[in-house]
């Protein structure tokens, strides 16, 4: 299975962007998928996530109200919508997949994505 994330960039303080995250290869069969961040300098942490069967979304506090987390089942796809950036938001954002239960909130997954660099300007 690999994941391809898509869609980072420069966008100024306030503004928004849409990450994808697309998985492709062997019949893809997925309990969640997630989405993590690594800042400069900082640990890589939680972002969002969801239950593929259910749709149950999980937000870290950061980024709640602010994001929103959607899957395209037929495409094998997770989306991240993320408004109202701010400049702490920037970081390399990981998209990442779990094929068997696993803490959603932790980076347990099996597979992970290459990162998109989202960049927010004050």
């Known amino acids: 299975v690999q994941l391809q994330a898509s869609g980072g960039g420069l966008v100024q303080a306030g503004g928004s962007l849409r990450l994808s995250c697309a998985a492709s290869?062997?019949?893809?069969?997925?309990?969640?998928m997630g989405w993590f961040r690594q800042a400069p300098g900082k640990e890589r942490e939680f972002v969002a996530a969801?239950?593929?069967?259910?749709?149950?979304?999980y937000y870290a506090d950061s980024i709640k109200g602010r994001f929103t987390i959607s899957r395209d089942n037929a495409k094998n796809t997770v989306y991240l919508q993320m408004n109202s950036l701010k400049p702490e938001d920037t970081a390399v954002y990981y998209c990442a997949a779990a094929r068997s239960y696993t803490d959603l909130l932790r980076p347990g997954y099996d597979y992970w994505g290459q990162g998109t660099l989202v960049t927010v300007s004050s």
């Open positions: 969801i239950r593929w069967s259910s749709g149950s979304t």
């Open positions: 290869g062997r019949t893809f069969n997925s309990y969640g």
